[in-house]
């Protein structure tokens, strides 16, 4: 399976070094174990910005950079111990982190107060992402205190504290050759998901079903969980945009929507397609779809050096009305009603986002007042959607139809990469993929 380098995680940790500047320490908490019930925890996930620059799945361990040490890179982490590694698991041990992990120096968690308050001693700037873990800020808040306290004993405070995450979100939006190919990977096994999926879709299966096809397929690919909560959505249930219950019987002439991405080795895939559950578009249902999956690829032309989320969504918007508008769904001008958002009512979500180690991932939209512009490495989605509840004051026919198209592209040179073009999302597509299914 590919794998990102111990020498990757290194070398990032030193360009962060490199941006820091003199005599500045970094100090980055890895997640800790959360309580799911009475002694039972939830599934660890290691912290994004902890494990992009460490590559280390343990809790509780701690990352701290010296930009003007002779050992820059110290890791903070849980000790060997047999009765702990008898329940609940095998653990590195300082001693192996530091060579395997390719660290500096490294200690053991048992030393951590008095190794952080070394290490923070006469350093000017400490970067620090506040916030994050409460009970670790007031650790840190509490050293920092000691060392303001005691001049007298040699101690020193830093004069500055910055975000860490104004250097490092902005490493984590370009995303490397390893990263790109494990997202890839990830997408491609998604993309799989959906597919399967759509084939065991029919009618009185349920939306919990098909999320067990998707989370199946996932797990048995390497990837064990889902990135975020699946979402699969028939009828009206498609335009309750975060719906997780998942629990109705799939009707025949409804559509099912399914938003779901899994995540391999910490990178997530995010993909949503939508298909009727009987194997056939209705004619509103393909109207409807048409202006969407219309609306994606205008946006796709914007997916490019230069282009940008805005450009990208006032290319979909404008297909979305003009759509909207042919069908009857939206009155007036065509001009006045892009000008006036009036495509909100039925398109209320943005057109996409950064993806990464977190599916709604780390790096500024903005530079400045200006909206920043597309750059090659970069890996977002375009997902435009309409949705027409129920109640909607709309023709009847187009009425509890919700439609979502996400794709995941990563940004080229001269324009982008679909990652998840694996999976159908042309009418004839999706109907000819649900009939062999059938058949
Ligand atoms: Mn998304």
């Not at 111990?6 to 005599?23: P, Q, T, V, Y």
């Not at 090659?376 to 909607?392: C, F, K, Q, S, W």
């Amino acid at each position: 399976m590919l794998s990102i380098a111990k020498s990757e995680f290194k070398a990032r940790r030193e360009r962060l070094l490199a941006m820091m500047g003199d005599n500045s320490i970094a100090i980055i908490p890895a997640a800790n174990e959360v309580t799911r019930s009475r002694d039972t925890e939830y599934a660890f996930r290691q912290d994004s910005d902890f494990y992009y620059l460490t590559g280390f799945n343990e809790p509780d361990a701690i990352l701290v950079l010296c930009s003007s040490s002779v050992t820059p890179s110290t890791l903070i982490c849980r000790d060997k111990d047999k009765q702990a590694e008898i329940w609940h698991g095998r653990r590195i041990g300082f001693e192996k982190a530091k060579t395997d992990y390719l660290f500096d120096a490294t200690y053991a968690l048992s030393e951590l107060d008095d190794t952080l308050l070394t290490l923070l001693n006469t350093q000017q700037t400490l970067f620090y992402a506040q916030g994050t873990y409460p009970a670790f800020d007031s650790k840190v808040w509490g050293l920092l205190n000691t060392l303001r306290c005691a001049p007298k004993s040699g101690y020193q405070a830093p004069h500055t504290i910055k975000d860490i995450r104004a250097l490092l979100h902005e490493m984590r939006l370009f995303k490397s050759d390893a990263e790109i190919n494990i997202m890839r990977q990830a997408c491609e096994v998604s993309a799989q998901g959906h597919i399967r999926a759509m084939q065991f879709a029919k009618l009185g299966a349920t939306e919990y079903q098909l999320e067990a096809e998707l989370h199946h397929h996932y797990a048995i690919n390497g990837a064990r969980f889902p990135a975020y909560s699946s979402i699969v959505g028939s009828g009206d249930n498609a335009n309750i945009l975060h719906y997780t219950q998942n629990d109705a019987e799939l009707a025949d002439g409804d559509l099912v929507l399914i938003d779901s991405g899994c995540e391999l080795q910490g990178y997530a895939a995010d993909i949503t397609r939508t298909f009727p559950v009987n194997g056939t578009f209705s004619e509103p249902q393909a109207a409807l779809y048409s202006i969407v999956l219309a609306a994606q690829h205008a946006a796709f032309n914007e997916v490019k050096p230069g282009g940008s989320f805005s450009k990208a969504n006032a290319a979909a918007s404008k297909v979305l009305t003009q759509g909207l508008l042919e069908l009857g769904l939206l009155q007036g001008e065509l001009e006045q009603l892009i000008a006036s958002q009036a495509y909100k009512v039925f398109y209320m979500h943005g057109i996409g986002h950064w993806l990464g180690l977190d599916v709604h991932d780390v790096g500024d939209y903005k530079c400045g007042e200006k909206e920043r512009c597309f750059e090659p490495r970069m890996v977002l989605t375009i997902e435009p959607g309409l949705y027409i509840n129920h109640d909607a004051n709309v023709p009847k026919q187009f009425r509890g139809i919700g439609i979502r198209i996400e794709d995941n592209l990563v940004v080229t040179k001269h324009g982008h990469e679909n990652l998840t073009v694996g999976v159908p999302k042309a009418i004839n597509d999706i109907e000819a993929l649900m009939r062999a299914s059938k058949s």
